[in-house]
């Protein structure tokens, strides 16, 4: 597992797909977690499969990404890919097991996937009750932002009269709540 300083799970996606990480690097995992630690403003943790055994001297010399802090040797990777996707429900996860993430991942991808939670379907019918609930919370959670981003989106479309643009940018711009006329 990799801690690094400052969040930098999309510097380590460039590293994975474009540089070459491919060719030594089997899998990745990484998320960002914010408070305690080593930053308040957040960090990211990782997990790297490599495809050969290598000492952490290899490992250092062939590591050619965002500074490391202290690398730990994963004793389950199962449960360091959860540990590192407990926060960030927009966690990577590449040519790891979805199913080894966490449930807000899982909840996430679910919200995204699917516009209606159905009780017989996967990931929802494999948990134990406890988590369907709080799956459940998540999901509703995900669904209404994914919805509010989609209605932002499809008023950026809109076609508005002159008048309604000048009304939108002054709703924009103000910076105090007094009410006023628009000038036609």
């Not at 250092?60 to 590192?84: A, E, F």
């Not at 799956?135 to 509703?140: A, K, P, Y």
Request: net charge positive; proline share 4%.
């Amino acid at each position: 597992m990799l801690p690094f300083q400052s969040t930098c799970k999309y510097e380590l996606q460039r590293y994975f797909q474009n540089k070459g990480g491919e060719t030594w690097m089997r899998a990745l995992a990484a998320g960002n977690e914010w408070g305690s630690g080593f930053n308040e403003l957040g960090h990211t943790h990782a997990v790297i499969q490599t495809k050969t055994e290598m000492t952490f001297k290899e490992f250092r010399l062939k590591w050619k990404g965002p500074n490391i802090g202290d690398i730990q040797r994963c004793q389950n990777v199962k449960d360091s890919v959860r540990y590192v996707t407990k926060e960030d429900p927009r966690s990577l996860c590449f040519h790891f097991d979805k199913d080894w993430t966490s449930l807000l991942v899982k909840a996430y991808i679910y919200a995204q996937k699917s516009s209606k939670l159905v009780p017989t379907s996967y990931p929802y019918c494999s948990l134990p009750p406890f988590q369907q609930r709080q799956f459940r919370d998540m999901w509703t959670q995900f669904r209404a932002e994914e919805q509010d981003a989609r209605q932002c989106w499809a008023n950026e479309e809109l076609e508005l009269r002159p008048w309604q643009r000048q009304v939108r940018r002054q709703i924009l711009q103000q910076d105090d709540r007094t009410v006023g006329t628009v000038d036609t």
